[in-house]
DNA sequence: GCGACAG
DNA sequence: ATCTTGTCGC
């Protein structure tokens, strides 16, 4: 798929935090009317000194349409507030490959809920210009109150008296995972859209099926 | 200065 | 994220 290199990756942690202000500028949130029919989910894993992507899609009745994936050495460290300059590099490669034109992508982290409001979910939709949410399994900045112990339930998370994200329990007592809009889907349709590509686990089928693979891979390249 | 801190 | 087996609980 077509992307815009909007800036370089390899740059300093300071001109990275510029960067992040700067795209902050362009970001949209729309409500989402239309029908998902295909939606994408991106996961990294690490060993020695490569970062493995994965980018597995998902029609609307779960049934995987593409997989592409991508390896290569690791250039960045994680600083929290600057993943997407460690994973966001890779991730586009393995994009490059994909051939299925998405609706939506999710991925493992977060969107606008992070210090600029330019969480990974957010920086990368305005790179490839689809529709983005954050699926993160910690929270990185905010307050909320711990939603009820039963699978639906939910708060907000807010931050500088604005709703940036929603803790939502997908399962009975487990941990809440948080979601939060990326680019072009505002926060109410973020969270119809993920409800409605969560199953019997924890995590939503597209981020949860392309952690899978991230770690199925990583072995066949270990033992190859 | 202290605590927090996506993956 | 990663190093790692069994084990408690729904």
Not at 58 to 75: A, G, P, T
Not at 83 to 96: N, T
Not at 162 to 182: L, T
Request: glycine share 6%.
């Amino acid at each position: 798929m077509l992307y815009k290199k909007l800036h370089d990756w390899n740059i300093s942690p300071k001109k990275a935090i510029d960067i992040q202000s700067t795209l902050k500028k362009l970001l949209k949130f729309e409500k989402i009317e239309k029908e998902i029919s295909l939606v994408a989910g991106v996961d990294l894993s690490f060993f020695k000194e490569y970062g493995l992507a994965v980018i597995v899609v998902l029609d609307y009745d779960f049934n995987i349409r593409e997989i592409v994936h991508h390896v290569e050495k690791v250039s960045y460290p994680y600083i929290p507030g600057l993943l997407a300059f460690r994973e966001g590099p890779i991730f586009i490669k393995a994009w490059e490959k994909l051939k299925t034109d998405v609706d939506i992508v999710f991925f493992d982290g977060h969107g606008i809920a992070h210090p600029r409001k330019l969480g990974i979910a957010s920086h990368m939709g305005l790179w490839i210009e689809k529709a983005t949410i954050g699926i993160a399994k910690s929270k990185l900045i905010g307050n909320y109150k711990e939603p009820g112990k039963k699978r639906g339930n939910f708060s907000y998370l807010e931050y500088d008296g604005e709703k940036i994200g929603i803790v939502y329990r997908s399962r009975n007592n487990v941990k809440p995972i948080f979601i939060s809009p990326g680019y072009l889907i505002d926060l109410e349709s973020s969270l119809k859209i993920t409800k409605s590509f969560i199953t019997k686990y924890r995590l939503p089928e597209p981020t949860r099926l392309a952690h899978l693979y991230t770690q199925k891979i990583k072995k066949e390249h270990l033992s190859s």
